[in-house]
């Protein structure tokens, strides 16, 4: 046993400030190219679960990430965003053909996801796992998203993932909202039927679902919520600091910035009833499976 490490664990929350954990190399394997090794924070052992942080793009997931590290944090669990680490240096997550066994780590919360796969392979859920899925309105999300395809979406400084984002960009420019929506819904419906499917593949009691219109302004007791399903023993006092920290309300609409309005419902203003009728055909289905009736 580490005493010297203990020691210093000990410290750091005496003072209120989480020790920062070990990192360990892992080989990713990227299509078309060599292993990439990549290093992130793992566990010092203890815990034998492994925690997970799911949802689609533009359903809240950069608040639940935000709020879900800091959470992490103060639970002492590490915390990896891989995706977002791939993004960072120009990697597309659907190159990657294999993690090097990162996701068989136990006691670390993995966040990042938007969308429950990696390349062609559902990301994997060990036994122990237990796992946290944000749903949206799907007619908001695709609203939220055409904003944030042309004004606001962080572009890296070079990679395959710089290209594709600055072609979203000029192609969300150059389209009508309605039938950018429109033209992407099918691929929304497809991305839910499979988040869908990867939910169905864990076990029941390894899954809990927060639904972006219950919990976007009651943020102290989603914290609460993730905190006592992941079994994560975290002060009050904290889990206000957080939510105080990342309660963002803007009191005007900013297209350019990513917090563009948080208020659910924004698809009404925005689209045109004929739109809206056709997304609720397209996204109907799949969204009766997370509790959304269109």
């Given at each position: 046993?580490?005493?010297?490490?203990?020691?210093?664990?000990?410290?750091?929350?005496?003072?209120?400030?989480?020790?920062?954990?070990?990192?360990?190399?892992?080989?990713?394997?990227?299509?078309?190219?060599?292993?990439?090794?990549?290093?992130?924070?793992?566990?010092?052992?203890?815990?034998?679960?492994?925690?997970?942080?799911?949802?689609?793009?533009?359903?809240?997931?950069?608040?639940?990430?935000?709020?879900?590290?800091?959470?992490?944090?103060?639970?002492?669990?590490?915390?990896?965003?891989?995706?977002?680490?791939?993004?960072?240096?120009?990697?597309?997550?659907?190159?990657?053909?294999?993690?090097?066994?990162?996701?068989?780590?136990?006691?670390?919360?993995?966040?990042?996801?938007?969308g429950a796969w990696i390349g062609s392979k559902f990301v994997e859920i060990p036994a122990a796992a237990m796992v946290v899925v944000l749903v949206r309105d799907?007619?908001?999300?695709?609203?939220?998203?055409?904003?944030?395809?042309?004004?606001?979406?962080?572009?890296?400084?070079?990679?395959?993932?710089?290209?594709?984002?600055?072609?979203?960009?000029?192609?969300?420019?150059?389209?009508?909202?309605?039938?950018?929506?429109?033209?992407?819904?099918?691929?929304?419906?497809?991305?839910?039927?499979?988040?869908?499917?990867?939910?169905?593949?864990?076990?029941?009691?390894?899954?809990?679902?927060?639904?972006?219109?219950?919990?976007?302004?009651?943020?102290?007791?989603?914290?609460?919520?993730?905190?006592?399903?992941?079994?994560?023993?975290?002060?009050?006092?904290?889990i206000q600091q957080i939510a105080a920290k990342h309660d963002v309300r803007p009191e005007n609409e900013d297209a350019s910035r990513h917090i563009r309005k948080v208020?659910?419902?924004?698809?009404?203003?925005?689209?045109?009833?004929?739109?809206?009728?056709?997304?609720?055909?397209?996204?109907?289905?799949?969204?009766?499976?997370?509790?959304?009736?269109?």
């Amino acid at each position: 046993m580490n005493f010297s490490s203990l020691g210093a664990r000990a410290l750091s929350l005496l003072r209120g400030t989480p020790s920062q954990p070990p990192t360990k190399a892992f080989a990713i394997q990227v299509r078309d190219a060599e292993s990439v090794e990549l290093s992130f924070p793992v566990s010092t052992g203890g815990r034998e679960t492994s925690y997970f942080l799911m949802g689609l793009a533009k359903s809240g997931t950069v608040l639940m990430n935000g709020m879900g590290k800091a959470l992490a944090e103060q639970a002492g669990v590490p915390f990896v965003d891989f995706p977002g680490t791939l993004f960072g240096k120009g990697i597309p997550i659907l190159d990657v053909t294999d993690t090097g066994g990162l996701f068989r780590e136990a006691g670390v919360c993995f966040g990042g996801f938007r969308g429950a796969w990696i390349g062609s392979k559902f990301v994997e859920i060990p036994a122990a796992a237990m796992v946290v899925v944000l749903v949206r309105d799907p007619r908001d999300i695709l609203v939220s998203l055409y904003f944030s395809v042309q004004k606001s979406h962080w572009v890296p400084a070079s990679g395959k993932v710089r290209d594709n984002a600055l072609q979203r960009r000029e192609d969300a420019a150059n389209t009508d909202i309605d039938l950018w929506v429109i033209e992407k819904a099918p691929g929304l419906a497809s991305g839910m039927e499979r988040l869908n499917t990867w939910c169905q593949l864990a076990r029941p009691e390894q899954v809990k679902f927060f639904k972006y219109e219950d919990v976007i302004f009651e943020k102290e007791r989603w914290l609460r919520g993730m905190s006592e399903w992941f079994g994560w023993d975290v002060p009050l006092h904290h889990i206000q600091q957080i939510a105080a920290k990342h309660d963002v309300r803007p009191e005007n609409e900013d297209a350019s910035r990513h917090i563009r309005k948080v208020a659910p419902g924004d698809h009404i203003e925005k689209l045109q009833p004929a739109t809206i009728a056709r997304l609720n055909e397209i996204l109907g289905p799949a969204s009766a499976k997370f509790g959304y009736t269109l």
